[in-house]
């Protein structure tokens, strides 16, 4: 199995988040790369068999919250029919902002089979617990 993690980083979290992913499915013996979404890398993309994708939490905290870069999102390449995760990543209060990314992600053709928030001070053990899931997840299936 080979996976593709795409995601949308302003301080860096998201980035580190992604990293922790890509570390985490190796670690479970699945080849596993991260890109921006600026700079989509279009081969691991077209040859992975689960993309994750990952945003930023953008809101006021106790209102409003929804994934940031949803531009971005739009122009990425075609993810139609592909298996997908989505995460984001946030610092106190996440909200809705899996659920309205699922929403993005699902009209750009990704089959989101799940999503996961987590917190920027434990990047390393939500990005385990997140691939620990979809490892179980694509056991059963
Ligand atoms: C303008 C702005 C708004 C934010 N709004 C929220 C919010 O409503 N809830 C929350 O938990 N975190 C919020 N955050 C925190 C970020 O979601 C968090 O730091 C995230 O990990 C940043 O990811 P990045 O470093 O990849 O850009 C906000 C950050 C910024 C810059």
Sequence with gaps: MRAAVIYESKTGNTARAAQ???????AHGVEA??????????QAVSEADLL?????THGLFFFGMGPA??????KMPV??????AIFCTYAKNPGTTLSKFEKIISR?????????AIKRTEIRDGAEELVG???????KA
């Design 133 to 139: 899931r979809l490892m179980g997840a694509l056991d």
């Design 33 to 42: 790369s991260a890109s921006p979404t600026t700079q989509v890398d279009l």
């Design 20 to 26: 922790a992913i890509v570390e985490a499915f190796q």
């Design 52 to 56: 994750v994708i990952g945003t930023w």
């Design 108 to 116: 750009r053709g990704g089959d989101v089979i799940g999503g996961y």
């Design 79 to 84: 993810i139609d029919g592909k298996k997908t």
């Design 69 to 74: 870069g949803e531009m971005n999102f739009l």
